[in-house]
Protein backbone atom coordinates (compact mmCIF):
# COMPACT_ATOMS: atom_id res chain seq x y z
CA UNK A 1 0.00 0.00 0.00
CA UNK A 2 3.09 2.56 0.25
CA UNK A 3 3.70 1.91 -3.05
CA UNK A 4 0.47 2.39 -4.13
CA UNK A 5 -0.24 6.00 -2.35
CA UNK A 6 3.26 7.37 -3.13
CA UNK A 7 2.06 6.26 -6.62
CA UNK A 8 -0.62 8.55 -6.76
CA UNK A 9 0.92 11.22 -5.13
CA UNK A 10 3.36 11.53 -8.28
CA UNK A 11 0.80 11.10 -11.02
CA UNK A 12 0.53 14.43 -12.63
CA UNK A 13 -3.44 14.07 -11.70
CA UNK A 14 -3.01 13.16 -8.39
CA UNK A 15 -5.48 15.76 -7.40
CA UNK A 16 -8.44 14.30 -9.71
CA UNK A 17 -7.91 10.63 -8.05
CA UNK A 18 -8.29 12.07 -4.24
CA UNK A 19 -11.10 14.08 -5.48
CA UNK A 20 -12.70 11.31 -6.94
CA UNK A 21 -11.57 9.14 -3.36
CA UNK A 22 -13.33 12.42 -1.67
CA UNK A 23 -16.70 12.08 -3.21
CA UNK A 24 -15.73 14.82 -5.40
CA UNK A 25 -16.14 14.79 -9.22
CA UNK A 26 -13.57 15.85 -12.30
CA UNK A 27 -15.32 18.89 -12.23
CA UNK A 28 -14.89 20.94 -9.34
CA UNK A 29 -17.64 22.16 -7.10
CA UNK A 30 -18.95 25.67 -7.63
CA UNK A 31 -22.45 27.02 -7.65
CA UNK A 32 -21.55 28.86 -11.56
CA UNK A 33 -20.56 25.22 -12.55
CA UNK A 34 -23.47 23.90 -11.28
CA UNK A 35 -25.98 26.37 -13.00
CA UNK A 36 -23.75 25.86 -16.35
CA UNK A 37 -23.58 22.12 -16.42
CA UNK A 38 -27.64 21.64 -15.59
CA UNK A 39 -28.30 24.45 -18.04
CA UNK A 40 -26.39 22.67 -21.32
CA UNK A 41 -27.54 19.35 -20.08
CA UNK A 42 -31.27 20.68 -20.05
CA UNK A 43 -30.29 21.62 -23.82
CA UNK A 44 -28.35 19.03 -24.32
CA UNK A 45 -31.36 16.95 -23.10
CA UNK A 46 -33.94 18.66 -25.91
CA UNK A 47 -31.61 18.11 -28.55
CA UNK A 48 -30.92 14.05 -27.80
CA UNK A 49 -35.05 13.60 -27.64
CA UNK A 50 -34.93 15.01 -31.51
CA UNK A 51 -31.78 12.80 -32.65
CA UNK A 52 -32.92 10.27 -30.90
CA UNK A 53 -36.47 9.90 -32.63
CA UNK A 54 -34.98 10.41 -35.56
CA UNK A 55 -32.01 7.72 -35.16
CA UNK A 56 -34.70 5.61 -34.33
CA UNK A 57 -37.32 6.32 -37.27
CA UNK A 58 -34.62 6.04 -39.91
CA UNK A 59 -33.76 2.50 -38.52
CA UNK A 60 -36.55 1.06 -38.75
CA UNK A 61 -38.91 3.01 -41.66
CA UNK A 62 -35.95 3.96 -43.89
CA UNK A 63 -34.59 0.34 -43.78
CA UNK A 64 -32.30 -0.62 -46.70
CA UNK A 65 -33.26 2.26 -48.70
CA UNK A 66 -30.39 3.31 -50.77
CA UNK A 67 -31.24 7.37 -51.59
CA UNK A 68 -33.36 8.35 -48.42
CA UNK A 69 -34.14 11.67 -49.49
CA UNK A 70 -36.45 12.56 -46.51
CA UNK A 71 -34.93 10.40 -43.60
CA UNK A 72 -34.61 14.04 -41.47
CA UNK A 73 -38.75 14.43 -41.70
CA UNK A 74 -39.77 11.54 -39.56
CA UNK A 75 -42.51 10.30 -42.37
CA UNK A 76 -43.83 14.42 -41.97
CA UNK A 77 -43.21 15.67 -44.91
CA UNK A 78 -44.96 19.30 -45.95
CA UNK A 79 -43.66 22.47 -47.58
CA UNK A 80 -43.15 24.43 -44.36
CA UNK A 81 -40.76 22.11 -43.52
CA UNK A 82 -39.13 21.68 -46.55
CA UNK A 83 -38.43 25.17 -46.75
CA UNK A 84 -37.27 25.07 -42.71
CA UNK A 85 -34.77 22.82 -43.85
CA UNK A 86 -33.48 24.71 -47.07
CA UNK A 87 -32.95 27.57 -44.40
CA UNK A 88 -30.95 25.44 -42.05
CA UNK A 89 -33.53 26.50 -39.43
CA UNK A 90 -33.79 22.73 -37.86
CA UNK A 91 -32.12 20.13 -35.48
CA UNK A 92 -28.90 18.70 -37.28
CA UNK A 93 -29.32 15.19 -37.34
CA UNK A 94 -26.21 14.93 -39.70
CA UNK A 95 -24.20 15.04 -36.03
CA UNK A 96 -26.67 12.40 -34.74
CA UNK A 97 -25.14 10.40 -38.20
CA UNK A 98 -21.36 11.28 -36.97
CA UNK A 99 -21.90 10.01 -33.57
CA UNK A 100 -23.41 6.83 -34.84
CA UNK A 101 -20.31 5.93 -37.50
CA UNK A 102 -17.82 6.45 -34.50
CA UNK A 103 -19.49 4.04 -32.98
CA UNK A 104 -19.67 1.74 -35.59
CA UNK A 105 -16.15 2.58 -36.67
CA UNK A 106 -14.27 2.03 -32.81
CA UNK A 107 -16.47 -0.80 -31.94
CA UNK A 108 -16.64 -2.74 -28.91
CA UNK A 109 -19.20 -3.99 -26.50
CA UNK A 110 -21.13 -7.18 -27.25
CA UNK A 111 -23.31 -5.28 -30.02
CA UNK A 112 -19.95 -5.07 -31.98
CA UNK A 113 -19.09 -8.90 -31.51
CA UNK A 114 -23.01 -9.99 -32.00
CA UNK A 115 -23.10 -7.85 -35.86
CA UNK A 116 -20.31 -10.55 -36.72
CA UNK A 117 -21.98 -13.42 -35.74
CA UNK A 118 -23.50 -15.77 -37.45
CA UNK A 119 -26.72 -15.61 -35.54
CA UNK A 120 -26.96 -12.31 -37.02
CA UNK A 121 -25.62 -13.17 -40.62
CA UNK A 122 -28.95 -15.46 -40.98
CA UNK A 123 -31.42 -13.25 -39.66
CA UNK A 124 -29.64 -9.98 -41.74
CA UNK A 125 -29.40 -12.73 -44.73
CA UNK A 126 -33.36 -13.28 -43.93
CA UNK A 127 -34.47 -9.76 -44.16
CA UNK A 128 -32.54 -9.01 -46.68
CA UNK A 129 -33.61 -11.92 -49.04
CA UNK A 130 -37.30 -10.23 -47.85
CA UNK A 131 -36.89 -6.69 -48.82
CA UNK A 132 -34.85 -7.53 -52.17
CA UNK A 133 -37.35 -9.71 -53.94
CA UNK A 134 -38.44 -7.96 -56.64
CA UNK A 135 -36.61 -5.13 -56.20
CA UNK A 136 -34.80 -4.65 -59.63
CA UNK A 137 -32.76 -2.27 -58.25
CA UNK A 138 -31.43 -4.10 -55.01
CA UNK A 139 -31.20 -7.93 -56.60
CA UNK A 140 -28.36 -7.31 -59.04
CA UNK A 141 -26.51 -5.33 -56.27
CA UNK A 142 -26.94 -7.82 -53.73
CA UNK A 143 -25.20 -10.55 -56.40
CA UNK A 144 -22.85 -8.56 -57.23
CA UNK A 145 -21.28 -7.16 -53.95
CA UNK A 146 -22.76 -9.75 -51.48
CA UNK A 147 -21.38 -7.80 -48.48
CA UNK A 148 -22.94 -4.29 -49.15
CA UNK A 149 -26.76 -4.63 -48.03
CA UNK A 150 -25.37 -6.52 -44.73
CA UNK A 151 -22.95 -3.95 -44.21
CA UNK A 152 -26.08 -1.65 -44.14
CA UNK A 153 -27.68 -3.68 -41.53
CA UNK A 154 -25.07 -3.49 -39.30
CA UNK A 155 -25.00 0.11 -39.61
CA UNK A 156 -29.37 0.63 -39.19
CA UNK A 157 -28.57 -1.78 -36.06
CA UNK A 158 -26.07 1.00 -34.73
CA UNK A 159 -28.87 3.65 -35.68
CA UNK A 160 -31.12 1.90 -33.50
CA UNK A 161 -28.88 0.97 -30.64
CA UNK A 162 -27.67 4.68 -30.37
CA UNK A 163 -31.19 5.85 -30.45
CA UNK A 164 -32.29 3.53 -27.49
CA UNK A 165 -29.14 4.93 -25.60
CA UNK A 166 -29.85 8.53 -26.18
CA UNK A 167 -33.33 8.01 -25.59
CA UNK A 168 -32.28 6.85 -22.12
CA UNK A 169 -29.55 10.16 -21.44
CA UNK A 170 -32.38 12.61 -22.50
CA UNK A 171 -34.62 11.66 -20.01
CA UNK A 172 -31.72 11.43 -17.38
CA UNK A 173 -30.84 15.21 -18.71
CA UNK A 174 -34.27 16.45 -18.20
CA UNK A 175 -35.04 14.68 -14.52
CA UNK A 176 -31.98 16.53 -13.40
CA UNK A 177 -32.84 20.30 -14.61
CA UNK A 178 -36.70 19.46 -13.17
CA UNK A 179 -34.93 18.87 -9.98
CA UNK A 180 -32.96 21.93 -10.18
CA UNK A 181 -35.68 24.08 -10.94
CA UNK A 182 -37.00 22.37 -7.47
CA UNK A 183 -33.93 23.33 -5.26
CA UNK A 184 -33.30 19.52 -5.17
CA UNK A 185 -29.26 19.86 -7.46
CA UNK A 186 -27.55 22.52 -5.51
CA UNK A 187 -23.97 20.88 -6.29
CA UNK A 188 -21.64 19.00 -8.72
CA UNK A 189 -21.59 15.69 -6.71
CA UNK A 190 -25.45 15.67 -6.85
CA UNK A 191 -25.16 16.34 -10.49
CA UNK A 192 -22.92 13.42 -11.04
CA UNK A 193 -24.69 11.27 -8.32
CA UNK A 194 -28.19 11.59 -10.22
CA UNK A 195 -26.78 10.50 -13.91
CA UNK A 196 -25.28 7.64 -12.02
CA UNK A 197 -28.62 6.42 -10.73
CA UNK A 198 -29.96 7.03 -14.10
CA UNK A 199 -27.05 4.80 -15.15
CA UNK A 200 -27.82 2.04 -12.43
CA UNK A 201 -31.80 1.66 -12.84
CA UNK A 202 -30.92 1.38 -16.84
CA UNK A 203 -27.85 -0.89 -16.88
CA UNK A 204 -30.01 -4.01 -17.91
CA UNK A 205 -32.59 -2.49 -20.33
CA UNK A 206 -31.93 -4.43 -23.17
CA UNK A 207 -31.52 -3.63 -26.83
CA UNK A 208 -33.38 -5.02 -29.55
CA UNK A 209 -34.02 -4.00 -33.47
CA UNK A 210 -36.61 -5.18 -35.35
CA UNK A 211 -38.65 -4.19 -38.88
CA UNK A 212 -41.30 -4.75 -40.71
CA UNK A 213 -40.69 -5.65 -44.14
CA UNK A 214 -43.74 -6.59 -46.56
CA UNK A 215 -46.02 -6.22 -43.65
CA UNK A 216 -43.89 -9.23 -41.99
CA UNK A 217 -41.81 -8.80 -38.77
CA UNK A 218 -38.19 -9.49 -38.83
CA UNK A 219 -35.91 -9.46 -35.54
CA UNK A 220 -32.53 -8.20 -36.12
CA UNK A 221 -31.37 -7.79 -32.59
CA UNK A 222 -33.47 -9.94 -30.68
CA UNK A 223 -34.01 -9.55 -26.84
CA UNK A 224 -32.53 -12.81 -26.03
CA UNK A 225 -28.89 -12.17 -27.80
CA UNK A 226 -28.81 -10.22 -24.03
CA UNK A 227 -27.77 -7.12 -25.19
CA UNK A 228 -28.17 -4.40 -22.64
CA UNK A 229 -27.86 -0.63 -22.49
CA UNK A 230 -25.17 -0.25 -20.23
CA UNK A 231 -22.08 -2.70 -21.29
CA UNK A 232 -22.78 -2.76 -24.59
CA UNK A 233 -23.95 0.77 -25.58
CA UNK A 234 -22.99 3.00 -22.84
CA UNK A 235 -19.62 1.87 -22.44
CA UNK A 236 -18.75 1.80 -25.99
CA UNK A 237 -20.20 5.16 -26.59
CA UNK A 238 -18.15 6.82 -24.26
CA UNK A 239 -15.16 5.00 -25.52
CA UNK A 240 -15.78 6.22 -28.96
CA UNK A 241 -17.30 9.82 -28.63
CA UNK A 242 -15.75 11.00 -25.16
CA UNK A 243 -12.63 9.66 -25.91
CA UNK A 244 -11.55 8.80 -29.19
CA UNK A 245 -13.55 10.04 -31.75
CA UNK A 246 -12.20 11.53 -35.07
CA UNK A 247 -9.73 13.63 -35.74
CA UNK A 248 -11.64 16.61 -37.87
CA UNK A 249 -10.74 17.46 -41.43
CA UNK A 250 -9.14 20.75 -41.88
CA UNK A 251 -7.10 20.31 -38.47
CA UNK A 252 -4.81 17.99 -38.96
CA UNK A 253 -3.69 16.09 -41.97
CA UNK A 254 -4.47 12.39 -43.37
CA UNK A 255 -1.44 12.02 -45.28
CA UNK A 256 -0.22 8.47 -43.97
CA UNK A 257 3.24 10.41 -44.63
CA UNK A 258 2.22 13.42 -42.46
CA UNK A 259 1.96 11.20 -39.55
CA UNK A 260 -0.23 13.17 -37.62
CA UNK A 261 -3.04 10.80 -36.90
CA UNK A 262 -1.97 7.75 -34.66
CA UNK A 263 -2.15 4.25 -36.53
CA UNK A 264 -3.72 2.67 -33.56
CA UNK A 265 -7.65 3.83 -33.33
CA UNK A 266 -7.43 2.54 -29.20
CA UNK A 267 -4.79 5.71 -28.97
CA UNK A 268 -7.06 8.36 -30.49
CA UNK A 269 -7.72 11.52 -28.44
CA UNK A 270 -10.04 13.39 -30.16
CA UNK A 271 -13.08 12.50 -28.63
CA UNK A 272 -15.22 15.43 -26.81
CA UNK A 273 -13.08 15.98 -23.86
CA UNK A 274 -10.07 16.61 -26.06
CA UNK A 275 -11.70 18.93 -28.38
CA UNK A 276 -10.25 22.23 -28.20
CA UNK A 277 -13.27 24.31 -28.12
CA UNK A 278 -12.31 27.13 -30.02
CA UNK A 279 -12.53 25.89 -33.49
CA UNK A 280 -15.96 25.17 -32.10
CA UNK A 281 -17.78 27.10 -35.28
CA UNK A 282 -15.79 26.75 -37.95
CA UNK A 283 -16.76 25.13 -40.97
CA UNK A 284 -16.27 21.51 -41.05
CA UNK A 285 -16.11 20.83 -37.84
CA UNK A 286 -18.96 18.01 -36.59
CA UNK A 287 -19.53 19.59 -33.11
CA UNK A 288 -20.21 22.85 -34.41
CA UNK A 289 -23.40 21.31 -35.60
CA UNK A 290 -23.98 19.91 -32.22
CA UNK A 291 -23.43 23.83 -30.13
CA UNK A 292 -25.61 25.07 -32.95
CA UNK A 293 -28.83 22.66 -32.44
CA UNK A 294 -28.51 23.53 -28.39
CA UNK A 295 -28.12 27.56 -28.84
CA UNK A 296 -31.63 27.02 -29.69
CA UNK A 297 -32.81 25.77 -26.43
CA UNK A 298 -30.82 27.39 -24.27
CA UNK A 299 -32.36 27.87 -20.46
CA UNK A 300 -32.40 31.64 -20.07
CA UNK A 301 -30.34 31.85 -17.23
CA UNK A 302 -27.65 30.11 -19.01
CA UNK A 303 -27.62 32.19 -21.67
CA UNK A 304 -28.18 35.46 -19.09
CA UNK A 305 -24.40 34.12 -18.13
CA UNK A 306 -22.90 34.40 -21.29
CA UNK A 307 -24.24 37.23 -22.41
CA UNK A 308 -22.45 38.93 -19.33
CA UNK A 309 -18.97 37.60 -20.32
CA UNK A 310 -16.68 40.49 -22.47
CA UNK A 311 -17.72 39.23 -25.74
CA UNK A 312 -21.41 38.46 -24.97
CA UNK A 313 -22.58 35.79 -27.43
CA UNK A 314 -20.46 36.89 -30.03
CA UNK A 315 -18.69 33.39 -29.75
CA UNK A 316 -21.45 31.88 -28.29
CA UNK A 317 -20.58 28.22 -29.78
CA UNK A 318 -17.14 28.03 -28.64
CA UNK A 319 -18.82 29.25 -25.23
CA UNK A 320 -21.28 26.37 -25.14
CA UNK A 321 -18.81 23.81 -26.03
CA UNK A 322 -17.23 25.32 -23.04
CA UNK A 323 -19.62 24.47 -21.12
CA UNK A 324 -20.52 21.12 -22.70
CA UNK A 325 -16.94 20.01 -22.04
CA UNK A 326 -17.68 20.54 -18.03
CA UNK A 327 -21.09 18.57 -18.19
CA UNK A 328 -19.17 15.52 -19.81
CA UNK A 329 -16.88 15.49 -17.44
CA UNK A 330 -19.64 15.10 -14.93
CA UNK A 331 -21.01 12.52 -16.94
CA UNK A 332 -17.58 10.57 -17.09
CA UNK A 333 -17.55 11.04 -13.57
CA UNK A 334 -20.58 8.98 -13.48
CA UNK A 335 -19.30 6.42 -15.72
CA UNK A 336 -15.64 6.27 -13.76
CA UNK A 337 -17.87 5.96 -10.72
CA UNK A 338 -20.20 2.76 -11.97
CA UNK A 339 -17.50 1.05 -13.88
CA UNK A 340 -15.30 0.94 -10.46
CA UNK A 341 -13.88 -2.39 -9.36
CA UNK A 342 -14.91 -1.39 -5.77
CA UNK A 343 -16.71 1.07 -3.98
CA UNK A 344 -14.17 4.23 -3.79
CA UNK A 345 -14.88 4.91 -0.10
CA UNK A 346 -13.66 0.95 0.67
CA UNK A 347 -11.05 0.75 3.64
CA UNK A 348 -10.51 -2.67 2.39
CA UNK A 349 -6.48 -2.66 1.79
CA UNK A 350 -6.92 -4.73 -1.52
CA UNK A 351 -9.91 -3.03 -2.94
CA UNK A 352 -8.25 0.06 -2.79
CA UNK A 353 -5.25 -0.84 -4.11
CA UNK A 354 -6.90 -2.08 -7.27
CA UNK A 355 -9.22 1.06 -7.39
CA UNK A 356 -6.00 2.95 -7.03
CA UNK A 357 -4.36 0.98 -10.50
CA UNK A 358 -8.52 1.60 -12.36
CA UNK A 359 -8.24 5.23 -11.11
CA UNK A 360 -4.16 5.84 -12.60
CA UNK A 361 -5.20 3.68 -15.55
CA UNK A 362 -7.57 6.71 -16.73
CA UNK A 363 -5.84 9.33 -15.53
CA UNK A 364 -3.13 8.54 -18.29
CA UNK A 365 -6.05 8.82 -20.56
CA UNK A 366 -6.98 12.09 -19.22
CA UNK A 367 -3.15 13.47 -19.61
CA UNK A 368 -4.07 15.21 -22.86
CA UNK A 369 -7.23 16.82 -22.15
CA UNK A 370 -9.22 19.20 -21.05
CA UNK A 371 -9.47 18.36 -17.87
CA UNK A 372 -7.21 21.34 -16.56
CA UNK A 373 -8.37 24.09 -18.45
CA UNK A 374 -12.50 22.89 -17.37
CA UNK A 375 -11.25 23.58 -13.79
CA UNK A 376 -9.16 26.80 -14.34
Given at each position: MTNTILKCKNHPLSVYINRLKSGQALLK??????????????????????YSKNLIYIAEHQFLELFPFFKYFNGKISLGKLLKFWWHDRINYEYAEYCMRGMLWHGGGGLDKYLDSPEFQQ?????IDAKITGNLMLMPLNQLFPEFLPDMVRQQAYYSALGQFWRVMSDIFMTLSDKYD????????QVVDHILSGLVAAANLPITYAVNVKSKHYEIIPESVGLTFLTDTAVPYVEAIFFRGTPF???????????????????????????DPLPIGGAGIPPTLLMQDMRHFLPDYLLE???????????????ICQTFQKSMFCVTTAALLGLAPHPLDTENPEEQAANQ????????????????EVNS
Open positions: DTPENVLEVVGILKSYGIVLDALAKAVQGKITSIPLGTVSYNAQAQQIDHEQSRFTYGALYAVYQKTNRGTDNLRVKAYLEAWMDRFLTSQIQ
